[in-house]
């Protein structure tokens, strides 16, 4: 049996339709000759829904033949493929999770999506702060103490989403935080936007379901080998009677034209991380642990190694040098840069990067962010609520309408809801006054409940 049905089968019909009288309008290729210029075969496999291509909305074909592989490959119960990016997932998921309602327990610094499933489900955000890394910042996650303990105050919740890695690749306790869920009744969502590839070599944190996560979105094409925008939501058994409410939620918020483009990536990133990636892995493991340095950002918990992140007060002049090398990275903003290595990489491609943090001095200490505000209004209401603009030096005192928070390292000043204290706006300014990139802060405006 074919482990790549669905690429099998819009291969079959490439080979026997003469002419496509169906959307989408370039008929694969010859109505868009622009893109038929640019991509002369790719154009053919933008397909749609046809009898022998199945339909993502509901699989009973190759789609699902796919679907039912990756899941057999990721040890779950249930797969579900989706093109709208592990946000999509992220939503999907905390839906079908607080089906019979409840409370959502989430680290303080989960991705913004967190917003989104709290307005679709329209359930209340419990926020517990990660920890910290003392040396570089970087946020380590929650505790599994910190999460028994917010449960305990708040015994309304029944779900509760851990990043799994962080942007940065550090991996939270998820065993320990699992156990403090389970025991609680509550279900784990882990996003594992940057970890479809966990526990695939000995040197990577475990995969998430092994951790004892019931939902995992997995980010494929950040960390799995995918197209952008393609993901996947994995069920493990605690979640599988769930599979229900994860259809309702993709049905009312998926496209109901899935890019074919995107489905045959995520079934042959699938099959690759089968086959050949494991190999490729060890290649660039070991490319990337020998890039070292005393600015290089490490913690205690395990890391992935493929994420190179560095802290020095150069950074933005040494990015823009690395760059002239022809060495791009995923972010540098103030004193913090990230590199991704990607699959396959060898120590000739990481030798400029290797060569510059060789060189670099240990870092400086982290900026000190001070206490959060008082929370006045649950996160959701604040975030639908009637909003206006105003400078930070004129926000004290307000509510925060969205989310605030300096890139890197990602954690929030302000999260929706929360009271803007002198403190807070002064830490803002200061961060902006260094240049560091500030998410929800716009010509030094920043969005507040408008009471």
């Avoid at 910290?132 to 946020?139: E, I, K, P, T, W």
Wanted: hydrophobic share 45%; net charge negative; proline share 9%.
């Amino acid at each position: 049996m074919s482990d790549t049905p669905l690429t099998d089968a819009i291969r079959r019909y490439r080979a026997t339709v003469a002419a496509r009288l169906h959307v989408p309008s370039h008929g694969g290729g010859p109505g868009s000759p622009g893109l038929e210029a640019l991509w002369p075969d790719l154009m053919g496999w933008d397909v749609t829904e046809q009898p022998e291509l199945d339909d993502l909305s509901h699989p009973d074909g190759p789609i699902a033949s796919a679907q039912a592989l990756a899941a057999d490959f990721f040890g779950a119960e249930r797969a579900f493929f989706l093109t709208g990016g592990a946000t999509l997932g992220v939503h999907a998921a905390v839906f079908a999770a607080l089906e019979r309602g409840g409370a959502l327990l989430a680290a303080r610094d989960s991705h913004r999506s967190l917003l989104g499933a709290a307005a679709v489900r329209g359930c209340e955000v419990v926020l517990v702060d990660p920890e910290r890394d003392l040396s570089s910042g970087a946020s380590t996650g929650p505790s599994a103490a910190a999460v028994a303990d917010t449960i305990g105050r708040w015994p309304d919740v029944r779900a509760v989403l851990v990043n799994y890695p962080s942007y940065l690749g550090v991996a939270p306790d998820l065993k320990g935080i699992a156990m403090a869920a389970h025991a609680a009744g509550a279900l784990v969502i882990a996003d594992t936007a940057h970890g479809a590839h966990f526990g695939l070599h000995p040197q990577l944190p475990p995969a998430a379901l092994a951790e004892g996560a019931d939902f995992v979105v997995a980010g494929m094409h950040k960390t799995g080998g995918a197209l952008t925008q393609a993901a996947i939501l994995l069920l493990g058994p605690a979640a599988a009677p769930r599979a229900g409410s994860v259809e309702l939620a993709l049905g009312l918020l998926a496209t109901s034209s899935p890019s074919y483009l995107l489905l045959v990536s995520l079934e042959q990133a699938v099959h690759d991380l089968r086959t050949s990636i494991p190999g490729l892995l060890h290649t660039s493991i070991q490319a990337a642990v020998a890039v070292q340095g005393p600015a290089r950002i490490k913690v205690q918990r395990p890391q992935d190694p493929l994420r190179i992140a560095w802290r020095s007060d150069a950074a933005g002049k040494l990015a823009d040098f690395l760059a002239l090398k022809g060495v791009r990275g995923e972010y540098v903003d103030g004193d913090t840069a990230l590199y991704c290595v990607p699959f396959g990489a060898g120590a000739q491609d990481l030798e400029p990067l290797r060569e510059t943090l060789a060189e670099l001095p240990p870092p400086p200490p982290p900026p000190v962010v001070p206490p959060r505000g008082p929370q006045r209004i649950a996160p959701r209401a604040a975030l639908l609520a009637r909003r206006r603009r105003t400078a930070l030096e004129n926000a004290v005192g307000t509510i925060a309408a969205d989310v605030v928070a300096p890139v890197p390292p990602g954690i929030p000043a302000l999260w929706p809801g929360e009271r803007i204290t002198r403190e807070v706006a002064g830490y803002l300014e200061s961060e902006a006054a260094q240049g560091r990139r500030i998410m929800g802060i716009d010509h030094e405006q920043v969005w507040v409940v408008a009471e």
